[in-house]
């Protein structure tokens, strides 16, 4: 009879470290690129109810001989009955046989590969000599991204925390984050750093080497003027149709890493410049090339460069399938007869 | 904590009963024909490899406030090492926050949802007086086709069983047939009815009023000069690109249904008398249209129906769904964290 290794968000979590997740984005993006990995079609829904949504993103990982999906839904109104508003799912499967390997609970697995990815874009985009990281947005997200960044950028001596929803909010959220962050953190070697909540986000901006943005904002938050020359941004939250969070004078001026340009075109940052003409998809590098060629990410101390993201399926099945070894390995999960 | 219910093969089959299977089958054409249900895009992938495809039918049906998706992998040469040929996995969620409500080995489902399916295209294109059955093929789901058309069809007396590998694998393969109909039939009333094995195809074609297909066939299997009038045939195997069952002129002297008209296209029967201009994309008419609108399924004592089946998502979701509820009531299965 088949078995199915069922792993939970606690199993996951325990199991699952940030330079593993680094290592497993990176070997994605990878693949991407040498077409040892595949996306299939994205499929999006939104559902006539109005409550919520649901992506599929799903593909084959060659290398690691694995293929399979990640749903996620996002039902915003959820909070009202202190339920999850987002619900993550992923599924994976022997590339060799078809049978079924896992069924995770993909929530902590997508918040450490979307820290992950941007701390990839750091580590070959940010100047070498960046001190002062800026993260936008307090969402469960938050504390992810600023850990990798920390991880990958020793260097980083400052860590900006700002919340769109005020500075009460941004207070309010600042314990589970910082437990989150100390969590993600045990093993990192690196200066010292200093975290302060920021009020006015223009001043923040300008004070910081890198800023990432994790917000689900649907008009541009960041702009222009407050971008010093040699920033570095990732744009995280732009992940649907009609999601803003950079002015679009920002993309046009500055040199456009994404995952994939056909998924960052259709739900990405990108889509609404591209939309107006402002930018054109040529002009769109991927990641994937940055790695597997070793040339500069950047090309002055002064250029902006900025990584958009929106998540592609190998991420996650990279991960997954290093979360299965390691569960495998340490006797983590529950095997189910299938 | 979020969980999960995980349902297994048995305890699947141990659930689920023919007449709630063609009560979710034709509940689900209902939801697609009046727009309570919505597919979402067929993913189909062929691994590099040549060993084997994956395809993923995602979906929404409101009316059971459920969405979700079925993954199905064949790797024929797995029976080389006594594995499956086929697996098949159902995740299920709940339409109103997003909660996964089950994992199911979706195997034994997608054959009664099949054999329901076909079975449904009976009661409604069948000839009343149809007495004699003839199933094409003895793979696994051979005995599902037969016993849901024995159910729905309690007038059948004889039973025709063909197998295109020969007599020797028909005659081999006929005990398990036999114990997975008479299981699923425990509860039938009606004639008691006569299986017979035959060698002759054209015969056996000749001498049936209701014909079904379910073999890989990429040849047509069946002729037109071997199809009395009257006859209503079922199209199983077909469910991928190049793969045919019947030949063309079948088709295009026919009345032909399909689950989906746009999936029917892509990868049914019907994909390649359409390719050839043999046939009309607009003459193909949905099984829904049939089940809402009352109509005559059939003109004529002597006309020719086809039911082209692909399968969609919203079959599975209704089976899985309706499962699901077994389930719950019946304390089976296993609840699992997730």
């Known amino acids: 009879m088949t078995s199915i290794l069922v792993l939970n968000r606690n199993e996951i979590d325990s199991l699952l470290t940030l330079p593993e997740a680094i290592e497993s984005v990176e070997s994605a993006y990878i693949a991407k690129e040498n077409q040892t990995g595949t ?24 290398i690691n001989r694995v293929y399979g999906l990640k749903l996620i839904s ?37 918040y450490m590969r979307t ?8 580590k070959y985009l940010a100047r070498e000599d960046s001190k002062t990281l800026l993260v936008v947005g307090m969402g469960e997200l938050a504390p992810y991204l600023a850990a990798a960044a920390l991880f990958v950028m020793p260097q980083l001596e400052t860590l900006y925390l700002y919340n769109p929803h005020g500075l009460e909010k941004a ?6 984050f910082l437990t989150t962050l100390e969590r993600l953190l045990s093993s990192r070697k690196g200066k010292q750093f200093h975290i302060s909540i920021c009020e006015d986000l223009a001043k923040a901006s300008l004070a910081s080497d890198i800023i ?36 679009s004078f920002i993309l046009t001026r500055s040199t456009v890493y994404v995952d994939d340009k056909k998924q960052a075109a259709e739900i990405g940052e990108v889509e609404i410049p591209l939309m107006y003409g402002l930018m054109r998809f040529d002009d769109l590098k991927e990641m994937g090339e940055l790695l597997i060629t070793g040339s500069p990410g950047r090309n002055s101390e002064e250029e902006i460069t900025v990584f958009d993201a929106t998540g592609i399926a190998l ?5 997954a399938r290093r979360i299965y070894d390691l569960a495998i390995r340490a006797k983590k999960g529950t095997m189910i007869k299938l």
């Open 39 to 62: 996306l299939f079609p994205f499929i999006s829904h939104e559902f006539p109810s109005g409550l919520g949504e649901v992506d599929i993103k799903s593909g084959h990982l060659r």
């Open 315 to 319: 991420q996650d099945l990279s991960i």
């Open 171 to 176: 207070k309010q959220k600042e314990p589970e």
């Open 212 to 247: 990432v943005t994790a917000t689900p904002s649907k008009i541009p938050l960041l702009q222009m003027d407050w971008i010093k020359p040699g920033t570095h941004i990732c744009a995280i939250g732009s992940d649907m149709k009609g999601k803003q969070e950079l002015d």
């Open 74 to 110: 996002r039902f915003p109104a959820n909070r009202d009955y202190s339920l999850p508003a987002t619900f993550a799912t992923s599924l994976i499967f022997d590339d060799r046989t078809g049978e079924p390997l896992a069924l995770l609970n993909a929530s902590g697995l997508t």
């Open 115 to 122: 820290g992950a990815a941007a701390a990839v874009s750091m």
